[in-house]
Structures are given as structure tokens and as C-alpha cells.
């Protein structure tokens, strides 16, 4: 694999103060590329190579750094030169920048702006985040119905250097509602004389400011999209999402799967890795530990009130960690099956009794298997001693193994039913799922393991 | 939001045998909108719909279909019939196709197809599982760098029909090496009398066929490309990987991910969980509930060796789930940072000690905060005859304290350093996470935790 390695030569460039080679070279770079090595640069340097640049290159370049890197740079701009730089930015990615700057800053950079560009920053900004509305860019071509085919691919020519993609043209009427979608493919094969609303689709798939972001993102996906028009309550286009703006969407929301399934919640925004201060990751990271080792408690209240049990049958000692374990194991395989089933769209909470009853069946039979095994183990190889007297090891083992049954069995139904029940109430499913879930599964572990003893065994 | 709701028209339309109608409504449908429609019919069905389409639409929409209908569907062909539906196939989807299809029906339909499909097939087919080659089309537009820009937009209009994408073309030597990249925004912004190599990119992201394919899928969706060129050992132009092909490998790796962090390992392809069977979830999961159980065993012989330090001081009991709880929780935390961290590219296996260090911090803090709480816990809460006589309940705190801060500071060590490790050695980081890593800390901990207070209290 190749990416460019710009480094060496870009460094000698800004040395030797070549102003037009530098030029040059980042116009036949990839921003992203551009931006990458710019990011090792401190932040006066990194201004100075973007400063001779053109201003749209420059603009594309700025939007590819970090967004810390991006405010650092702010910072020791001009306010005009920093309202230069604002107008000629993306106006999703203008929005996100602007959203970070404090807004006594805010207040100063604003009447430096063009009208309509402080207007679109104050609608993009006005969309609560997670909505698809926060993460649109208003950067799209959209086309009459009435004009034809070569008069479409001269606007697209006179619009192309602004607009984020210009593969899509999105159809409006007069009141800019949206009525249709032409390709710059269907564009380019259509005879020039065609009317675009003759070759157009009109069965646009879209979505509304409001919906979800992830859904949007997922449907960006299902459909192979390269954008995705967003409309308002009345049908009037105001924004389009980009495939690579929902690729970013679906790998943020992954992120936040992983770490809920993994003890790491809560309202913090997942940053780059080694950027993350220590003392952030523990203030995010100690709550959970911490919590959920006092929940911990109880089990171990459980184990503490089953004493007697305990002492009068040491050999329940020796399978106290594979039930706790177990149970956790069992109940995060189901959940996380589950929640990945509802993410994608393959089950929704109306599924709920198909997919508990789905789930019961491949329990019972682990439970089954796992249950005959430790009775196997415990009626057969039982040591010497570890049997009190008037018991028999078969007996022992079959109590033993009826827990873990029961423990298998009751995982698969809350590791299937709590993130369905989240789901139908419109919660987020993964946060039942994971430590939670195998805490739970520790306390009722412990219920169910030395209740079956001392019933079956009259202990 | 909305999706088409084409079923009832469709439905309709079939009814009526109205093919004309028919013919117009699927070719302005999505044709994913169309293949989920048809997936609800019986194979035959959906065979009748697709044979009166025209034969590229007629492909484009069985491309969209599950590989399990497809196969259905296959199987109710003539060979003639099916040997014309592949040749009109994505050359990508055509290749998944083909492999599917039992080894004896391959052979008669091979010879039914033109050379060029032919040998097509076989060169995609014979790229390993999990490289860019297994994942790539055939299907872009080259351009030689002499041509006029005009020239090139009437190639890709003669080419487009055939096409997955239009919008980048590569420029190629004439020995097919690839020397440059347009865009079809850079064709129809250029003068057309300016040649393709005056104004196309040089310096091309590209990947090889043996590159693995989930890292070429993070480089698309870090460019932000549309489609990504993919070259042999000479630099020769094979084929490409579009946006949505990576946005797809990507979910998948999210999802397989996710499922070795919950204990459902094994090569098994993450099916559609309504359709995946009972058995199939049980052959897959319940290896690891018994074999995760099997390991508690080792747990279950420590306690068992310490069981007079445990009868001795019955309150060790007390805090043995939470302990055995925060050495899964703690390392899990850090596992799955570490290894999104890995999968994003921010760190490397060369950051080990960087990584390590700063994952130590975070350990410590946690791991002395806790054991302050829980030595202020025992030593403050203890009930009367927790504590045996000669033993002060500050002591007793103190070593249970100590054995918590330590678990925690080792679980942070392991949670990064094996991932890491597993990382350096090319193995996948996943594995050694999650489950596999919280049945090593119970193992881990219940070794500290009994040494700890055996050793500080001479038990």
C-alpha cells in the first residue's frame, strides 16, 4: 500500500522559500495528504504554507486537520483573515469549526462574514447533534426541471468548483422543493436537447432534517450513495450528506458500541488516542470501574448469606467463578448479536418474541451441553473428601449442573430481551448491554447457584 | 425518512402482467429498493419480474439481492439463461457469485461464457480471502495521458453503461501501469483541447492486490474517495474498490470485531440473524461458553487451595465477585481502546511503550482510588465478627485494598500490552481481548487476591 510521502519534500520547499513550487505541489497532492504532513508543522508554520495557497485549495487543506489543530491555527489568524478562511470552508465542516471557537469570538468573526454565509452558519448550527440536519453540508448543485440536458452540465461546469460533490444534481420546483434526481453519468450518456426532468428520478430516497444521524448514515450505505438529499418538514432541500461524511458517522458510532460494551460511557466525545490527556480517561473510565465493583457487592452479600452452604459444601467453591463467568460470557454473545442485529436493520423490537424465542433455543441447548458436561465432571472425578457424608457426587453434580443451566438459559433471554426492551423504548440498546449485563448476571448467578444447592441437596 | 415502498404497486403490476409498465417503474427505482421487494417473493417469481428487464438493469438488480436468493434463484435457471445473467453481473458481484456455486455447476456454465468473462473470473477468483484483490472490479475507465480532454469525456460516455463508477478515471501507460488519476469534475471543468496528462493527478493513492483488505477500506474513507486504483507487483492497473464496497468491509470488520469481543469467535461469516439458524448460532457459541468455562476451572483450583485462608477471614468471600468483576472490566476498557486506536491507525505496535505508559497512569489512578475506597469501606464498615481476633480491620482493609489496586494496574497492563503484541505479531488484536482476557484476569486475580491477604496477614 502507498500513501504519499510528502515530508521530505514539502519541508525543503518551505526552507528554501519556493513559493511557486509549494504551490505547485499541494494543488497535485490530496489535501488529506497535505494535511497530514502539515499536522507535524507548529501552528504559525502550517499557516505559513497555506497562506500563498489559493484560497479554495487552502480552504480544502485547512478542513482536513485535526479540529484541534484547526482551532490552534485560528488562533493566530486576523479576524479577517480568519473570516476569509471560514467563508471559503465546507459548510459542514465551517459549522463544526465555528461550534469549537469560544463564543466571545464567535460574536467578533461573525459581522466579518458575507450575509448568506452567517446565515448558513447560523441554520447548520441550529440543528440539534445526532440529527442528520447536523452533520448536512448546503454545498449541492440543484437544477430546474425545464432546462435541458447541456444547459444542466453548464451549470454543474460553473457550480463544480464550489459544490462537495457535483456527481449528484438534486431536481428542485419552484418553491426549492425537492422533485428529482439526475447523475453527472445520466448527464453525460443523455442526448443534449433532453429536458433533465424527462431523464430524471423521481423516486428520490431522502431523508428529513430530524432523522437520526446513524440511520441516515446506514441508508447512505444500503443504497451504495454517494450523497443523500435531507429535506425540511415542508419537502424543501436543504442540505445533502456524503458518503464519506457517513462512513465517519457509522465508524464514530461503532466506537461508541465498543466502548459501552466495554465499561467506557458516558457524554464524552471519542478523541484520537494518543492526543487523550491520561486524566480524561480516567475521569470517563474510573465511574465505571468503580460502579460496578460496588454492584459487585451484592454478589458478594449473596455468597456472604449462603455461608453456611458454603462451609457445609466446600466443593461449591472450587465452580463459584465459572458461574459468575459464564453467566456474563452467555448474556454479552446474545446482546451482542442482538444489538448488532438492530443496528443493521435486521430485527426491530416488533421481532421481540421471534428473536427471545430464537435465543431460548440456542440457550437450552448450550445449557443442556454445559450441564451434562459438569455433572459428567462432578459425579465421576469428585476428589476424596469433597463430597459430604449422605450426599452423592451424582447428586452434587446434578445440582451443580442444573444452575448452570438455568444461568445459561436466563443470559439468553436478558442478553436478547433487555436491548430489544431499550430499543422499543427508544433507548440506546448497547447501554444494557456489556458490564451491566454481566453484573446482573453475577448477582443472579449467585442466586440461582446456591438456591439449587440448598433445595436439591436440603442443606 | 423514507425508504420506497414500491410492494404494493409492484405486487400489482406482476398481477396484471402489465410488462411495459413493469419495465418503466424498475428502471427508475433504486435497483436495491426493487431487490428488497423482490426478495419477498419465491425464486421463481423473482425470476419472472427480472427475465422481461433489460439485460443490464436485470443484472444490476440481482446483484442487489441476498447471496442466498441469488443462489435460489441460480439454481432455477437454464445454463444458457444464467451463463447471460453472469456475463452481465459487476464483475465483483459476479466473482462472489461464481464462488458460491457448487464446483460440478461451474464447470458447465464456464464454457457457456465469453473468454473474456471467462478468464475475468478465474484472475478475480484467484485472489486470497481478505485482499484488496478479492474485493475489487474490473470494471473502470483507463485512459491513455495524450488524449484531449474532449476525447476522454467521449470515452467515458461510450464506457459508462458498463461502468461501476464513472467519476474517477486512471490514466495508464502503454503497459496498463497506472500514471495518474482525473476525476470527471477535473474533465468537464478543463479546457477540451488540454490533454489528460497536463491536467491529471500524479500522484495517485493506490493499494496492491495482496494489501489487506480492511486496511485499503480505512485509506478510502481516510481520502475520501470515491473508488481506490488497486495495482499488481509491476504497478499494472487490475482493478479498482469502490466507496461502497469499503463502507461494506468496514461493517463487516465491526461486526466481526464486536463478535470476538463477546466470545463468538471461529471462521464462520456473519450471516443475517433471522435466516442464520439455531444450530449454526450454537456450533459458534457454545465452544466458548463451555471452553471460557472450562478455563474458570483454574480459578475454581486456587480458591480451592486457599480454602483455609478463606475460612479463616470468611469476609475474603465477601469482595471475591467484585474482584474477579474489576479485572475483566478494567482490562476490557483498555483492550478496546487500544485496539480501536490499532484498527484507526493512530497507534502502532511501534508505540508500545508510549502506549503502555500512559495506559499505567490511567491503571494507577483508578486502581488507588478504588483501593482507598475499599480500605475506607472494610476498615470503617467491617461488621462485628468479619474480623477474626488478632487482625485489625485496618489491616484486613489494607490487604484487600492493595490486592484491588494491584489487579487493576495488571489489567491495564495486559488489556494493552496483548493486543499490541498480538498486533506486532500479525495476528489480530480482537483475540486476545475480551473474553479471553477477562478469564485471564479472574485466574490472575484470584491468585493476588489470596497471596495478598495470606502474605500482609500471615494467615
Not at 528554501?16 to 494543488?27: A, G, N, P, V, Y
Not at 495528504?33 to 504559525?44: E, G, K, M, N, R
Not at 431536481?171 to 439526475?182: C, M
Not at 444452575?403 to 422499543?424: D, E, I, Y
Given at each position: 500500500?502507498?500513501?504519499?510521502l510528502?515530508?521530505?519534500?514539502?519541508?525543503?520547499?518551505?526552507?528554501r522559500?519556493?513559493?511557486?513550487?509549494?504551490?505547485?505541489?499541494?494543488?497535485?497532492?490530496?489535501?488529506?495528504?497535505?494535511a497530514?504532513?502539515?499536522?507535524t508543522?507548529?501552528?504559525?508554520?502550517?499557516?505559513?504554507?497555506l497562506?500563498?495557497?489559493?484560497?479554495?485549495?487552502?480552504a480544502e487543506?485547512?478542513?482536513?486537520l485535526?479540529?484541534d489543530?484547526?482551532?490552534?491555527?485560528a488562533?493566530?489568524?486576523?479576524?479577517?483573515?480568519?473570516?476569509q478562511?471560514?467563508?471559503d470552508?465546507?459548510p459542514?465542516?465551517?459549522?463544526?469549526?465555528f461550534?469549537?471557537?469560544?463564543p466571545?469570538?464567535?460574536?467578533?468573526?461573525?459581522p466579518?462574514?458575507a450575509?448568506a454565509?452567517?446565515?448558513?452558519i447560523?441554520?447548520l448550527a441550529?440543528?440539534?447533534?445526532?440529527?442528520?440536519g447536523s452533520?448536512?453540508?448546503s454545498?449541492?448543485v440543484?437544477?430546474?426541471p425545464?432546462i435541458?440536458?447541456?444547459?444542466?452540465?453548464?451549470?454543474?461546469?460553473?457550480?463544480?468548483p464550489?459544490?462537495?460533490t457535483?456527481?449528484?444534481?438534486?431536481?428542485?420546483?419552484?418553491?426549492?422543493?425537492?422533485?428529482?434526481?439526475v447523475s453527472?453519468?445520466?448527464?453525460?450518456?443523455?442526448?443534449?436537447?433532453?429536458?433533465?426532468?424527462d431523464?430524471?428520478y423521481?423516486?428520490?430516497?431522502?431523508?428529513?432534517?430530524t432523522d437520526?444521524?446513524e440511520?441516515?448514515?446506514?441508508?447512505?450505505?444500503?443504497?451504495?450513495?454517494?450523497?443523500?438529499?435531507i429535506?425540511?418538514?415542508d419537502?424543501?432541500l436543504?442540505g445533502?450528506?456524503?458518503?464519506d461524511?457517513a462512513?465517519d458517522?457509522?465508524?464514530?458510532?461503532h466506537t461508541?458500541d465498543?466502548?459501552?460494551?466495554?465499561?467506557i460511557?458516558?457524554?464524552?466525545?471519542?478523541g484520537?488516542y494518543m492526543?487523550?490527556?491520561?486524566w480524561?480517561?480516567?475521569?470517563?473510565?474510573?465511574?465505571?470501574v468503580?460502579?460496578?465493583?460496588?454492584?459487585?457487592?451484592?454478589?458478594g452479600f449473596?455468597?456472604?448469606?449462603?455461608?453456611?452452604?458454603?462451609?457445609?459444601?466446600?466443593i461449591?467453591?472450587?465452580?463459584?467463578p465459572?458461574?459468575a463467568?459464564?453467566?456474563?460470557?452467555?448474556?454479552?454473545?446474545?446482546?451482542?448479536l442482538?444489538?448488532?442485529?438492530?443496528?443493521?436493520?435486521?430485527v426491530s423490537a416488533?421481532?421481540?418474541?421471534?428473536?427471545i424465542?430464537?435465543?431460548?433455543q440456542?440457550g437450552?441447548?448450550i445449557?443442556?451441553l454445559?450441564?451434562?458436561?459438569?455433572?459428567l465432571?462432578?459425579?465421576?472425578f469428585?476428589q476424596?473428601?469433597?463430597?459430604?457424608?449422605?450426599?452423592s457426587?451424582?447428586?452434587?453434580?446434578?445440582?451443580?449442573?442444573?444452575?448452570?443451566?438455568?444461568?445459561?438459559?436466563?443470559?439468553?433471554f436478558l442478553?436478547?430481551?433487555?436491548?430489544?426492551?431499550?430499543s422499543?423504548?427508544?433507548?440506546?440498546?448497547?447501554f444494557?448491554a456489556?458490564p451491566?449485563?454481566a453484573?446482573?448476571?453475577?448477582?443472579?448467578?449467585?442466586l440461582?447457584?446456591?438456591?439449587?444447592?440448598k433445595?436439591?441437596?436440603n442443606?
Amino acid at each position: 500500500m502507498k500513501t504519499p510521502l510528502v515530508a521530505p519534500e514539502l519541508r525543503e520547499l518551505i526552507q528554501r522559500h519556493d513559493i511557486s513550487t509549494l504551490q505547485d505541489f499541494c494543488k497535485f497532492m490530496h489535501p488529506m495528504a497535505v494535511a497530514d504532513y502539515l499536522s507535524t508543522l507548529p501552528p504559525h508554520d502550517i499557516w505559513e504554507v497555506l497562506r500563498v495557497l489559493e484560497p479554495n485549495l487552502r480552504a480544502e487543506i485547512f478542513s482536513n486537520l485535526d479540529e484541534d489543530v484547526q482551532l490552534e491555527v485560528a488562533e493566530s489568524l486576523t479576524r479577517d483573515e480568519l473570516a476569509q478562511l471560514i467563508s471559503d470552508m465546507p459548510p459542514d465542516d465551517r459549522v463544526d469549526l465555528f461550534k469549537k471557537i469560544p463564543p466571545e469570538k464567535q460574536d467578533l468573526i461573525l459581522p466579518a462574514l458575507a450575509k448568506a454565509e452567517r446565515e448558513d452558519i447560523r441554520k447548520l448550527a441550529s440543528y440539534p447533534e445526532g440529527t442528520a440536519g447536523s452533520v448536512m453540508t448546503s454545498d449541492y448543485v440543484a437544477l430546474p426541471p425545464d432546462i435541458t440536458v447541456r444547459e444542466a452540465i453548464e451549470r454543474i461546469r460553473l457550480e463544480a468548483p464550489d459544490r462537495e460533490t457535483v456527481y449528484y444534481a438534486y431536481v428542485v420546483d419552484e418553491k426549492r422543493r425537492l422533485i428529482g434526481l439526475v447523475s453527472l453519468k445520466d448527464l453525460i450518456l443523455a442526448p443534449p436537447h433532453k429536458l433533465v426532468k424527462d431523464i430524471m428520478y423521481r423516486d428520490v430516497i431522502y431523508a428529513r432534517v430530524t432523522d437520526d444521524q446513524e440511520d441516515v448514515a446506514r441508508m447512505i450505505q444500503r443504497y451504495d450513495l454517494i450523497a443523500l438529499p435531507i429535506v425540511n418538514g415542508d419537502n424543501v432541500l436543504v442540505g445533502i450528506i456524503t458518503h464519506d461524511d457517513a462512513a465517519d458517522i457509522i465508524t464514530q458510532e461503532h466506537t461508541e458500541d465498543l466502548e459501552k460494551f466495554t465499561a467506557i460511557g458516558g457524554p464524552h466525545e471519542a478523541g484520537v488516542y494518543m492526543k487523550t490527556p491520561v486524566w480524561h480517561y480516567f475521569r470517563y473510565r474510573a465511574p465505571w470501574v468503580i460502579g460496578l465493583a460496588g454492584l459487585e457487592l451484592i454478589s458478594g452479600f449473596i455468597i456472604h448469606s449462603f455461608e453456611e452452604t458454603l462451609s457445609s459444601l466446600i466443593i461449591l467453591a472450587m465452580y463459584l467463578p465459572m458461574m459468575a463467568a459464564t453467566g456474563g460470557n452467555t448474556g454479552s454473545q446474545t446482546a451482542a448479536l442482538v444489538i448488532r442485529a438492530l443496528a443493521l436493520g435486521e430485527v426491530s423490537a416488533r421481532n421481540f418474541f421471534k428473536v427471545i424465542f430464537k435465543e431460548l433455543q440456542v440457550g437450552l441447548l448450550i445449557g443442556l451441553l454445559l450441564g451434562l458436561l459438569l455433572w459428567l465432571k462432578v459425579s465421576l472425578f469428585a476428589q476424596y473428601g469433597q463430597i459430604p457424608a449422605g450426599l452423592s457426587a451424582s447428586k452434587v453434580g446434578f445440582a451443580i449442573a442444573l444452575a448452570f443451566s438455568l444461568q445459561v438459559l436466563l443470559a439468553t433471554f436478558l442478553g436478547a430481551s433487555l436491548p430489544l426492551a431499550a430499543s422499543a423504548l427508544k433507548l440506546d440498546p448497547a447501554f444494557v448491554a456489556g458490564p451491566t449485563l454481566a453484573t446482573l448476571m453475577d448477582i443472579l448467578g449467585m442466586l440461582i447457584y446456591f438456591s439449587s444447592a440448598k433445595i436439591i441437596l436440603n442443606l
